[in-house]
Structures are given as C-alpha cells and as structure tokens.
C-alpha cells in the first residue's frame, strides 16, 4: 500500500486559474515537504513543516502557500497559475524534525499549465 | 546543481559491470541522500549517509564530509538499474535536501 499519496496524479491547468495539490502520510511522520522538479532543473526545495508549523520556506512567491489540516496533511495550493509552474510536485516526510532524518517522497503531482 | 554537482552526467553500462557515480558538494554537507528515480518518475531511497560507508547488496555508498563528496558503486549492473540517480545533501542551515541533476544510467544487455 503506498504510505505518501498524492493526488491528482496529473493535472492540466489553464494560466490564471488555482490548483490545489494533496498530499497524506500514513508512515506515522511528524515533518512533511515540498519540492519541485522542473525540466533541466534539480529538484528544488519548497517548503518545510513540523508538527503543522511551517519551519522553512524556500519559495519566493506568495503564490505557493502549504495548508496543513492535520498533521498527516500537507496540501499545496497554488493561485494565478503561470506557465512557468508547469513542474511536478513531490511531496515527502520524515520522521524526524529539524531535516536530520531520512526523506520519503510520494510519487509526485505532474501539473502542467497552458 | 551548482551546489551538489554530480558526475557523470550520463552512463552507459553493460549488464554485470560494475561503475561509481560521484557528488560533490560545495555546502557544508552534514548528511546525503541518494534516490533512484525510475521511468515513471517516483524516487525510491536507496542511502542516508551521515559521513561513513552503507551498503545494500549490489549498491554501496560513501559519504565523506572533511572532502565534501558522496559515491555511489553499483556492482554487476542489471537492467532495473536503469533511471536516474540522485544525491541529495543537508546542511545545518536548512531543513530541505540540495539535489544535484542527477547521473542517467542506462543498462544494457
């Protein structure tokens, strides 16, 4: 059974419009992250959270914003989409907080945006 | 990939032999990750190194953190072994992982 799920697999998105990106854990982990991974791009680091506070935030645009309804919750949801979002999203977790701990990552979000 | 560059960028392999992949780090890496990301596109974990040496059957790892790089051995190369490699290091001044761009190996028969 897969233990990070993320949902929708893909996604196609008109520019403008909002998406929102879901993401659960069932390995029992107290940190959850976001990254993308654009084309000829490594995979960037998005945001952190720990016991569903936000502790690290590497996105400059204010267009990104994490929503944690439960600790096992880490939904991304993304406003006035731009072409340039076009990426796919993985989110991951780890037991541990503070990042000194093996990372686990779903198996991403493809989302493109025309 | 400025801060965790790996090479080779690409590798061609013939099944059963045997290659290493390479990071190096230009942040004060404390602890590394290596990731195989298949044709589908999921990463699957393969290491967590604090500095020192792992091994998981055909794959060993080694991370020094003094000269600041991580290999990656792959013994008698089989053609699962396809899809790109990933390392992938932590600092003290971040909670999320420095990718590199990754190494694409290809196995063939």
């Known amino acids: 059974d897969p233990k990070i799920i993320q949902k929708p697999k893909y996604l196609v998105a008109v520019t403008g419009s909002e998406k929102i990106l879901i993401c659960e854990q069932y390995?029992?982990?107290?940190?959850m992250y976001w990254y993308r991974q654009s084309a000829k791009k490594p995979l960037e680091f998005m945001f952190s959270y720990s016991y569903q506070k936000l502790m690290d935030n590497q996105t400059a645009s204010s267009r990104f914003q994490p929503q944690s309804s439960k600790k096992n919750h880490l939904d991304l949801q993304i406003t006035a989409l731009k072409p340039d979002d076009s990426a796919t999203y993985f989110c991951?977790?780890?037991?541990?907080?503070?990042?000194?701990?093996?990372?686990?990552f779903g198996p991403g979000t493809r989302l493109l945006v025309l | 990939g400025d801060k965790v560059k790996q090479s080779p960028s690409a590798l061609s392999l013939q099944e059963g032999t045997n290659s290493a992949l390479r990071c190096n780090f230009s942040i004060a890496a404390t602890t590394v990750q290596w990731f195989l990301q298949n044709p589908r596109g999921s990463l699957m974990n393969l290491f967590y190194?604090?500095?020192g040496t792992k091994e998981n059957g055909r794959l060993k790892s080694a991370f020094d953190s003094k000269e600041s790089y991580s290999t990656l051995h792959i013994r008698d190369a089989q053609l699962e072994d396809s899809g790109t490699y990933f390392c992938a290091a932590r600092n003290n001044y971040a909670q999320g992982l420095t990718f590199g761009l990754g190494t694409r190996v290809s196995v063939f028969p």
């Open positions: 390995l029992g982990h107290n940190a």
């Open positions: 991951a977790s780890s037991h541990g907080t503070g990042g000194q701990d093996t990372q686990y």
């Open positions: 190194l604090v500095p």
